[in-house]
């Protein structure tokens, strides 16, 4: 139990909407991290925000985008969704960039 | 060529075996991050280290950073143990994490 909770579980869209997940971080984390898991790799960076600012970025489109509040709680917005959008996103929280990371569940986008 | 590299992809071992997964990365790095993800489960941080060598419990993590190298051992095998375990590396300014595709470890009692 990390205390990294995300919703919802399961989501199912269809191309072209947009979707938006949430992440609730531990109290006084002020660092969370979005990654998409695609089938049989390892996560890959979105982005991360650091005191709801954008403090890094992967190889995502703009597409992906972010945001997160006060309240250590974050959303991962997709527009345009694509069939290849399709895929766990986990979030992960840490006090700091410097520190350990704790992954939520994830929430499992299917585009239909 | 991926950024960090994990082998063997898949292991299998009987209940008390000692396992050895290793992971070498080619970029420059703040962290190497062993992370533990059950069937159906959640990612759970393991280590997180950047140099020399951490112990929880029946895992140990050992980095060289001159050989851009770490290993996660595990001793005495439980079918518990099963999972995917997953190597990662944080950039120097921690801003992203990079990760492997992960080792599939399944212990059979």
């Known amino acids: 139990e990390t205390g990294v909770t995300q919703s919802p579980t399961h989501l199912i869209k269809t191309r072209g909407q947009q979707v938006t997940l949430r992440c609730s971080s531990q109290?006084?984390?002020?660092?969370v991290s979005w990654y998409q898991q695609a089938l049989g790799q390892g996560p890959q960076f979105i982005f991360q925000?650091?005191?709801?600012?954008?403090?890094g970025r992967g190889n995502f489109p703009p597409r992906f985008s972010g945001l997160q509040f006060p309240n250590y709680s974050s959303e991962l917005n997709v527009n345009a969704l694509e069939l290849d959008d399709s895929a766990p996103y986990l979030c992960?929280?840490?006090?700091?960039?410097?520190?350990?990371?704790?992954f939520g569940p994830g929430t499992r986008l299917t585009v239909l | 060529k991926n950024e960090v590299e994990q082998s063997p992809q898949n292991l299998t071992a009987q209940e008390g075996e000692f396992i050895t997964i290793n992971c070498s990365y080619s970029?420059?790095?703040?962290?190497l991050h062993w992370l533990q993800q059950h069937p159906g489960g959640g990612i759970v941080s393991l280590f997180m280290?950047?140099?020399g060598k951490k112990k929880h419990g029946r895992l140990i993590a050992t980095i060289n950073i001159q050989e851009k190298h770490s290993s996660l051992h595990i001793t005495a095998s439980h079918p518990r143990d099963s999972a995917v375990y997953i190597c990662?590396?944080?950039?120097?300014?921690?801003?992203?994490?990079?990760f492997g595709a992960g080792t599939r470890l399944t212990v059979k009692p």
């Open positions: 992960a929280s840490s006090i700091d960039p410097l520190v350990t990371q704790y």
């Open positions: 109290s006084g984390h002020n660092t």
């Open positions: 925000y650091y005191r709801e600012e954008e403090n």
């Open positions: 970029v420059g790095i703040s962290a």
């Open positions: 280290l950047s140099s």
């Open positions: 990662a590396v944080s950039s120097y300014n921690n801003n992203d994490m990079r």
